[in-house]
């Protein structure tokens, strides 16, 4: 019989991990992190092949990232808005 994996165990949330971010469960490789790269238009495959993550975990985490949508998207703007705050303060060019 085939090994059969939890997926509600892919996906963990630690306050010392991450600053509590959701991750891939032991790793240090944020949902928001995967769900950027999604949005940049990389497939489940090139996303593992850049992180060393399995299929099934990066397809783990798109799902919660779509079960958490709205949650996962104001994390990833309040992370664009600190790059340009920051990005100003230094002179550089801003994403936006």
Known sequence: MAAVTDLGSMIASSPNIRGGRPHVAGTGVTVMRIAGWYQLGCTPEE??????????????????????????????????????????????????
Not at 60 to 86: F, K, P, T
């Open 47 to 96: 996303i593992a092949r850049k992180t060393g993550l399995s299929l099934a975990q990066i397809h783990a985490a798109l799902a919660y990232y779509h079960g958490n949508q709205e949650a996962i998207e104001a994390d990833l703007a309040d992370e664009a808005a600190e790059y340009d705050r920051l990005a100003g303060e230094h002179g550089l060019k801003q994403q936006s």
